[in-house]
């Protein structure tokens, strides 16, 4: 990937996210001030196609990003100006109209970006991430039947009803939920993932699948407390990618699905933002949409996370500067807070 490339690639990538349309060799060299001809472009094209940063649309003899060219850019071209200043003083003016909670806030704000860049907001506003588990009570009703009580430092989770395929003894029952509970005290909510459940029903002594059903019933009784509120579907299936009601068809079928949303949209893994292209999503439903996501708060405090869905053609730089800005914009707010 010479400079020519780089400059070429960065010019369709720029031209896609504005026409939705594939680019053509002429399209670039009379828009951009590339310095060569269009055969020159149109080579260096194909070379980056046979690279396997750009497609060609059958239909077309333009060509546009693949999720690799796209991630490239992400990486290695995409510069950073930081927040424009306009979406800057439309944050700190929702700010200044006095919400009444940051969800409020971050709501708004969610809207706001799904208005700037016609994408999907989603927010995730964990009501108990923060609090830490005390202990795992399970009450027997039944030779297959049990219902589980989550306790907090903030108080009781929603009962839980838990179902085994073959009858277990109470005494059974209460013993080897105690082993799971001790596995998991003063841990904080917001770390338990499906993953780190499956993990633990390794360790505890005991048999394997009643703890399973233990870790998924726990799982279920965490994901009913995180409350997802989806902003812009409006905004995103105006998008010329989603004229085909095949493709919105299983999008909107995903945001009804708890569970999956918990998977595919739970807290980031670093204090960063991630950033998900393409296939490097784990749904297949999400294989030709990106998912950018961050997590605010300060310390070790969580207020929640923020995602935004949209086409693999979506303004990365301004998203991204908008998310960047919010988190230094919380984290300054929460400092003020605690003084």
Not at 91 to 116: G, H, R, T
Not at 196 to 207: D, K, N, T
Not at 218 to 229: H, M, S
Not at 332 to 339: Q, Y
Request: glycine share 6%; charged share 25%.
């Amino acid at each position: 990937m010479d400079e020519r490339k780089q400059r070429i690639l960065h010019a369709i990538i720029q031209d896609y996210i504005k026409s939705a349309e594939p680019v053509g060799s002429r399209t670039l060299a009379k828009n951009y001030k590339l310095g060569v001809s269009p055969a020159t472009v149109r080579n260096e094209m194909a070379d980056l196609e046979e690279l396997g940063f750009l497609e060609q649309p059958h239909t077309s003899a333009g060509r546009i990003p693949s999720a690799k060219g796209y991630r490239y850019y992400v990486d290695d071209m995409m510069h950073l100006n930081g927040t424009q200043r306009e979406d800057a003083e439309r944050i700190n003016q929702i700010w200044k109209e006095k919400p009444s909670n940051f969800e409020d806030f971050f709501l708004n704000v969610a809207k706001l970006i799904s208005q700037i860049s016609h994408n999907m907001s989603l927010f995730l506003a964990p009501a108990h991430d923060s609090s830490i588990l005390k202990f795992i009570h399970v009450l027997p009703i039944g030779q297959n039947r049990a219902v589980m009580v989550v306790v907090t430092n903030m108080g009781a989770l929603d009962n839980e009803p838990m179902y085994f395929n073959e009858a277990v003894s109470d005494d059974e029952l209460v013993s080897l939920s105690m082993r799971f509970s001790n596995a998991l005290k003063d841990v904080r909510i917001c770390d338990i993932s499906l993953g780190s459940l499956q993990a633990i029903v390794q360790i505890v002594e005991g048999p394997r699948e009643l703890l399973a059903v233990m870790a998924n019933t726990l799982y279920r009784a965490i994901a009913k407390r995180k409350l997802f509120y989806s902003i812009g579907t409006t905004e995103l299936l105006e998008q010329p990618e989603f004229k085909d009601i095949k493709k919105v068809q299983p999008i909107l079928s995903l945001l009804e699905q708890q569970d999956q949303l918990n998977q595919l949209i739970g807290p980031a893994a670093t204090d960063g933002i991630d950033i998900k292209i393409g296939d490097e999503n784990k749904s297949e439903t999400l294989k030709d949409l990106s998912l950018i996501q961050a997590n605010f708060g300060a310390d070790d405090e969580r207020i929640g996370t923020l995602a935004i869905l949209g086409p693999t053609r979506m303004e990365y730089s301004r998203i991204i500067g908008i998310l960047s800005y919010m988190q230094d914009f919380i984290k300054l707010l929460k400092d003020k807070e605690n003084k």
